[in-house]
């Protein structure tokens, strides 16, 4: 059914489409050469929704379909944190936590729990 997306390509006027809209409604900019990553995360939302092709997903977009809208945004979205991106609370917790607690008795044998 969506065989179309196998061969995405950057210059597909549907692709340009699909991109324009991303950008519009979340911000999200595609940058070129990423046609693949438009293919495979929104491949499940186009079978479950029986799309035979991305020109028919951008204009179900353009309608008043919130839910569809929003799976698609998620699935575009990368949903990433750098989670010690921030180096001071390690630090803390390192040089400042770990011997507080290893100082105390109470926690002597008990494990920490983060």
């Not at 929104?42 to 309608?63: E, H, P, S, T, Y």
């Not at 698609?72 to 917790?93: G, K, L, Q």
Request: charged residues 25%; contains cysteine.
């Amino acid at each position: 059914m969506v065989d179309a997306l196998n061969n995405l390509s950057e210059n597909d006027e549907e692709f340009t489409h699909f991109c324009d809209f991303l950008e519009k409604a979340s911000g999200i900019t595609i940058a070129p050469g990423k046609s693949y990553l438009v293919s495979a995360r929104i491949r499940q939302i186009m079978v479950d929704n029986q799309f035979a092709n991305l020109q028919q997903l951008v204009d179900a977009l353009k309608g008043y379909n919130n839910r569809l809208k929003q799976d698609v945004i998620d699935a575009m979205t990368t949903n990433e944190t750098f989670w010690f991106r921030d180096s001071y609370p390690y630090d803390y917790f390192v040089k400042t936590l770990l011997p507080q607690w290893n100082a105390d008795s109470n926690f002597e044998h008990r494990p920490v729990k983060i």
